[in-house]
């Protein structure tokens, strides 16, 4: 989770001129740090693209779209982290064809 | 049905109705990649003013030709379902000037498929001595149509540039036909 997080935080500091200090696991990536929607993808690609994994945004912005679950389940950084770690376990536990 | 001939002349791309894509030549699904032609006009009013007496194709031009290019592939590569937007721009590179008439190949491949977006790596040459334009990774985000309006209107453009839009996918005319 650390080393999750940490690799996170530095993507968005860098790519969102967020200073590293600023960014917690409790920070809501919209509310909090306000981060734009464009950023915060470039941050999810950068994120992929380090982890090897396929996040499942539109997913989970419908589902927060719906109503079906609060923002925070995947916006807030630990929860976001907590998936993206669920993601790595998943592809990790997949044999390379 | 009417569409391009196969090996025919590329028509010029229509600056005042902003399409830039002339024809498709090479669509590969499985390889994810696109390769198109586009002929500038000899002559356009845009000339007039860039710039004057030393006549170029401005940069945020091939650049849109990189763009509708990507977007040509995107749509195929979803069926024409959802309908791809710009969103950024990374690395792009203006390499040569580009004059009036030049006929160039724009190609394309998408690098990065995720979720409700994709990155692509475009780039433009000169159709016949190959050169190297400019090239460019350029991000979208892929987006239900907004109104039917637009999707017609890009079925539409599918077809005049040589795309097949069919229950089976997307394919060139010149192999549907076949």
């Known amino acids: 989770m650390s080393s999750t997080f940490d690799t996170v935080a530095g993507f968005i500091s860098e790519i969102c001129d967020i200073p590293r200090e600023q960014i917690k696991p409790d920070s809501h990536v919209t509310e909090d740090l306000e981060v734009d929607s464009l950023d915060f993808l470039d941050a999810v690609f950068n994120i992929e693209q ?9 997913d989970w912005t419908q589902q927060v779209n719906d109503g079906a679950v609060k923002g925070s389940r995947y916006f807030v950084l630990e929860n976001f982290c907590a998936e993206v770690d669920k993601l790595r376990e998943s592809a990790a536990s997949v044999p390379a064809s | 049905m009417s569409g391009p001939l196969p ?13 830039f894509v002339s024809l ?31 006549a170029l194709m401005p940069g945020v031009l091939l650049t849109e030709l990189m ?14 379902a959802r309908m791809p937007f710009l969103a950024a721009l990374k690395e792009v590179k203006l390499r040569e000037f580009v004059r009036p008439g030049s006929e160039l190949v724009c190609s394309a491949e998408r690098a990065h498929d995720g979720s409700g977006y994709a990155v692509l790596n475009a780039s433009v040459r000169l159709r016949e001595t190959q050169k190297r334009i400019c090239d460019g990774t ?37 192999k549907a036909a076949k």
């Open chain 1, 50 to 58: 380090k982890f090897g994994i396929s996040i499942p945004l539109d």
């Open chain 2, 7 to 19: 090996g025919s002349p590329a028509s010029d791309m229509r600056i005042d109705k902003f399409q």
């Open chain 2, 24 to 54: 498709i030549e090479v669509l590969d699904i499985p390889e994810t990649k696109i390769s198109v032609r586009a002929r500038i006009p000899d002559d356009h009013s845009i000339f007039e003013g860039h710039f004057p007496g030393h």
């Open chain 2, 67 to 80: 763009a509708q290019t990507c977007g040509f592939l995107l749509l195929s590569l979803n069926g024409f």
């Open chain 2, 138 to 174: 350029l991000m979208f985000r892929i987006v239900p149509f907004p109104n039917d309006e637009l999707r017609q209107h890009m079925g539409d453009r599918a077809h005049e540039v040589g795309l097949c839009i069919s229950r089976d996918g997307v394919s060139l005319l010149e």
